[in-house]
């Protein structure tokens, strides 16, 4: 079991894979993915492209927080 602080190499692929999806989901901005979705198709462009983008602010910090967890209670 790696020691605190050290769960880098542990996990690589985890986090090579991790960074993967964040940079598909990036990408997926770039690419105007969110024509794929009916709802933004009747949105402006530059609406859609905001809501989509804003989406994945949340998305972002539930992955995040997930990983790290809550902070620890000390004492």
Known sequence: MAQQGSA???????????????THEMDAIRLKEWNIFPRFLRLPEATAYLIFTAI??????????G?????AKVG
Do not use: D, T
């Not at 994945?56 to 910090?61: A, T």
């Open 8 to 22: 880098m190499p542990e996990h690589f692929f985890f986090y090579v894979g991790l960074a993967f999806i964040l």
């Open 56 to 65: 994945h602010v949340p998305l972002y910090i539930l992955i995040f927080w």
């Open 67 to 71: 990983l790290i967890g809550p902070p």
